[in-house]
Nanobody
Framework: VQLVESGGGLVQPGGSLRLSCAASGFTFSLYDMSWYRQAPGKERELVATIPSTGGRTDYADSIKGRFTISRDNAKNTVYLQMNSLKPEDTAVYYC??????????????WGQGTQVTVSS
């Protein structure tokens, strides 16, 4: 099982980045997918979630209206489009696959993270 994030980097305030998380080794379409982030000295926090069906998405209040989560089950990939980035968005961003359907209930996988730095 692998979750590999990519797309992080250094961006100026107000800029945009698109993170990708490529999954392998499990049936991606059966899992809810989420993005988390962890800033230095802070706890890991949930940023956004998209269900296995690609239906209703949920976002943290701090990023609503700026970030968009999406998934492509044909490519086994989940994305996080980040716009209007702020310095406080600086963190390591992780993707997570969580099994909530009965057939995969309790299975939980994490990626290794990708650094996003927002600075002028």
């Amino acid at each position: 099982v692998q979750l590999v994030e990519s797309g992080g980097g250094l961006v100026q305030p107000g800029g945009s980045l698109r993170l990708s998380c490529a999954a392998s080794g499990f049936t991606f379409s059966l899992y809810d997918m989420s993005w988390y982030r962890q800033a230095p000295g802070k706890e890991r926090e949930l940023v956004a979630t998209i269900p296995s069906t690609g239906g209703r998405t949920d976002y943290a209040d701090s990023i609503k209206g700026r970030f968009t989560i999406s998934r492509d089950n044909a490519k086994n990939t989940v994305y996080l489009q980040m716009n209007s980035l702020k310095p406080e968005d600086t963190a390591v961003y992780y993707c997570r696959a969580r099994g909530v359907l009965v057939i995969v209930y309790g299975r939980d996988y994490w990626g290794q993270g990708t650094q996003v730095t927002v600075s002028s």
